[in-house]
């Protein structure tokens, strides 16, 4: 008889503050798991950016095989885990209690499948190209596209199929294999980096400059009289260097995928929060086209712009089409981000009258989509801030500098607008919510509205919509009805604001896809225009520029994926 | 009649999903107010990172005096507002409704004063040092300072009055204040860093390698014939250099406190879980000695190192004497950075078996604690990681580089262990707990003592301790009561564990003061060692050392902070 109060007070003596304590043994634990993969991770990446920055440099003796070999390595072992985990994890009993429905969505993971396939066909011009040079080079070069291909078959189908998943067992196990992935996914990416952009400063200044700047960097020099000349060896070689913004977006969407995934494993979703919104893609529906044509607009005369400047810049050494391809590059640009930063704070402005509900439930996804968003614009920060000091505090002022101050300072504007934007369009709640109280209201107006003229005697401040013939002051008896009246009159109000929404985030992604597009395939103002080279010198401008543009390049690309999902919620 | 029901019906309407909502207005808008103020301080601090950068590289043509003034304008500024902050804010009615009791601990403040002590000796040694030659310089070298020297006095005393509070008036302005004087100090931070590294770059290849490393960075060169002759002014120089680490501590610390007091701005405290912990600081209590006498044996013996390392590497300039220096210089960080790696294990050990509950309140300073040592910890690991290829890739293979291969490794082991062991510290709950139930407990064991023998009665499984004389199985209605045994016998082993934690905390405290003193006074192995330089080239080893260590130093400072609380709570 004594024993129960006895173990029960005891019990409850151990914690005399707690408040309702909520964590079970798991909850606990979890940090501890967490921290050990997170440690793996931080030394893989360590060590292979170590392996990758020294590659690249010429003086040192690491070679590319090197870093070849390690990706390899660890390519081969996130392999085998992920057939681990689809044969062995997901198959247990109770592994997969919840499914997150904000991971993965739809189009993260159509787009993931369309990058993929060009990394796979990237890895058989890779293969083709070093295949043509078989005897003088190690076989690791020839190998490692081949793993790279098997490994992004494997990954693809294993993030279509568990992207949302939150699994319950084998938690350390997977948590480490997560961020074992995830730190081979960005491994591959700052390897990939790296290789564009020795290519990328060879090319532009193999006739330029010969000689003065070629020391720093490592490039694929012909080797003992092994050069690329026949035709396929060409084609294959210009080939994977076009399709490396497909390979460097693969691996950052798939990092983005796994992050979620690796926050999610363990996770205990509370089923009342736990709402799929079924939210169907209605392009065009509801919207007046001005956004989708505009954007259309901007798009096909930034491609135009984007081929001219290629063209003019890199065929042609007069200096002076160089200057006037500057100036249209520019121009083009100033004009596109001055639309692009007003839209957003048009839109930001509509939002403030928005009266839908903050949406602050626990979602990984939209934290994650956040955090990218901010980081990543700190590398198209860093350039602008860089080149802004170059123009300000250098002598010679001309057009072309002028231009490129205003460039910079617009640059910087639009990326805290559209960030702004952005994040207030995933805070709010979709309109599902409206239209599934929808018939439930009017069973209420119905009831209401048997006696009609007892709203509009009452709402005499409130409503110039509602004709009302009454004297003011009449409504003796009101009770703040000014919401009944709101609730009558918000859907117009609500759809026009709806449509202003979908057109702007239609625009903005349309701007973003031509931003993405012109630094992607090879647009570099920051190196034709000599004002930040000449300032800063070539070696820590090409720092500069190569460790931030990627950043800025992944900015465009998320933004697209986070206005899709703006643009679908609105 | 009808009215009542439908206004609480639709209102209802509006969330159909939603869960209790406890966002009040404020709330929901506490995060646009956050995101203004981190976008001023992300653009503030890229503008002080671009032109601290630009300053340091001799080719670029920004000056150091162009920083001095950008800083000292926002000095004003940041000292405007914590008078405006001082005077208006703070004394406004219901301002400051909650205290943040894990805020601002006394040993933080208590340390911010003193390295805010030796800042202020650093501004008079450099007003000196300016004034000496007064004419050939921009008034603003000598102005800085002195605003300075006002700034750390206004922001030090403010940080001393007001590192608690959780204001609940002028929310927006408050929050960009903070983020504008966090924004400062790591300016100061990043100018000082700079500086520093310049300076040391210089001292160290003056005689050595004299025109081929010294374009790269820019130092404080005799202009015009204006040299540093008098002994006085001499004594000024070397002076303010050996003042910078406590200079850039101090940044760093006010920083954290600030950042602390952004958080907690417009926060509100649940009372329930404000528990006040009165810990006292009681030194060498409960404590056998060992761990102080051993991590001061270290410290003393360290020091010493320290001093003959230095005079054996820059005095003589015998090849033989410097690799003897550095042979002594690596075994000792050895010897000290295995038995810390040793101790971590073992304290990770005891807290493996220690019952206390994890405490898993909100807790802004702990989470900034945590970000902080696994933040501050990538920087020795990048250093480690790319010492370690460097002495695996290259050939000729010493003594020297086996020492220097164990004492990279072992750095990254030693970082890990600490990190786990720490974060593992700062997770439980203080002992007071313990204490405040003794006396509750002891009731109820007054309670079960009257029949002493039905207790020990039924412990027959699970008791050593206890002479059990009945045989098993006795005791029929046995309902679990292997809880009360062992919180009888709990005391003893908590006394047990708890000294052990506590010997632990204070030996790694005491490691960790030598192995920042090392790094902070002036030890860089990283260039006596030639191993690197050569293998990386100067530039790109300094560029790498230079970045990477003052986030080095930083970690040893922070973690000492940091065990100071873990031997306080243990």
Not at 334 to 349: A, E, Q, Y
Request: charged share 15%; glycine share 4%; proline share 4%.
């Amino acid at each position: 008889m004594t024993e129960e109060p006895v173990q029960t007070d005891s019990s409850l003596g151990h914690h005399p503050h707690s408040p309702p304590l909520t964590h079970n043994p798991k909850e606990i634990w979890k940090k501890g798991g967490r921290m050990f993969s997170v440690l793996l991770a931080i030394n893989l990446v360590l060590l292979a950016c170590t392996l990758v920055s020294s590659a690249a440099f010429n003086q040192v003796a690491v070679h590319d095989y090197d870093v070849f070999f390690m990706l390899t390595i660890v390519m081969l072992i996130c392999i085998a885990w992920i057939l681990f985990y689809l044969i062995v994890t997901a198959k247990r009993q109770n592994a997969i209690l919840y499914k997150d429905s904000h991971a993965g969505p739809v189009w993260l993971r159509g787009g993931l499948v369309l990058f993929a396939i060009f990394t796979l066909v990237m890895d058989v011009f890779k293969t083709g190209y070093y295949s043509s040079f078989y005897n003088c080079l190690s076989a690791i070069k020839i190998i490692y596209p081949i793993v790279q291909a098997v490994f992004v078959i494997v990954q693809t189908y294993f993030l279509w199929i568990s992207a949302k998943d939150c699994i319950h067992v084998h938690l350390n196990v997977t948590r480490c294999g997560l961020m074992l992935t995830l730190t081979t996914n960005l491994a591959v990416w700052m390897s990939a980096v790296t290789d564009e952009s020795v290519h990328k400063s060879h090319t532009k200044f193999q006739n330029t400059t010969e000689g003065t700047h070629r020391w720093i960097m490592k490039g694929n020099l012909p080797i003992n009289g092994c050069s690329c000349n026949s035709q396929i060896c060409q084609i294959f070689q210009s080939g994977y260097f076009w399709l490396y913004p497909f390979n460097i977006e693969y691996s950052l969407f798939a990092s983005a995928m796994l992050y979620v995934m690796w926050k999610n494993v363990g996770r205990l979703i509370d089923h009342h929060t736990h709402h799929i919104h079924q939210l169907k893609f209605r392009l065009f529906r509801k919207t007046f086209f001005v956004g989708i044509v505009l954007g259309l607009f901007i798009l096909v005369s930034g491609l135009a712009v984007l081929i001219v400047y290629e063209v003019q810049v890199n065929t042609s050494g007069q200096p002076d089409k160089k200057n006037e391809a500057l100036i249209m590059y520019y121009t083009f640009n100033i004009v596109c981000l001055s639309l692009m930063s007003l839209v957003c704070i048009g839109g930001s402005i509509v939002y403030r009258f928005d009266k839908r509900d903050m949406d602050h439930h626990k979602n990984p996804t939209r934290t994650l989509d956040m955090a990218l968003l901010l980081g990543a614009a700190l590398g198209q920060y860093a350039i602008s801030y860089y080149s802004i000091v170059a123009v300000v505090a250098s002598t010679p002022r001309d057009a072309v500098s002028a231009l490129n101050l205003t460039y910079s300072l617009l640059m910087i504007a639009q990326h805290t607008f559209q960030n702004i934007f952005i994040i207030e369009g995933l805070h709010r709640q979709p309109p599902e919510d409206d239209h599934k109280i929808h018939p439930h209201r009017k069973d209420l107006y119905g009831l209401t509205f048997v006696n009609i003229n007892a709203v509009s005697l009452r709402v005499p401040e409130s409503s110039s919509a509602l004709p009302s013939p009454l004297p003011h002051g009449q409504g003796a008896v009101a009770i703040q009805p000014s919401d009944v009246v709101q609730s009558i009159m918000v859907p117009k109000k609500v759809k026009w604001r709806r449509k202003f929404l979908k057109e702007i985030s239609l625009f903005l992604l349309l701007c973003n896809i031509i931003l993405w597009i012109m630094p992607a395939f090879g647009a570099r103002p920051q190196f034709d225009n000599v004002k930040e080279l000449n300032f800063y010198g070539y070696s820590m401008w090409a720092a500069i520029v190569d460790i931030c543009l990627p950043f800025g390049i992944f900015y465009r690309m998320h933004a697209v994926a986070s206005l899709l999902e703006v643009y679908i919620m609105s």
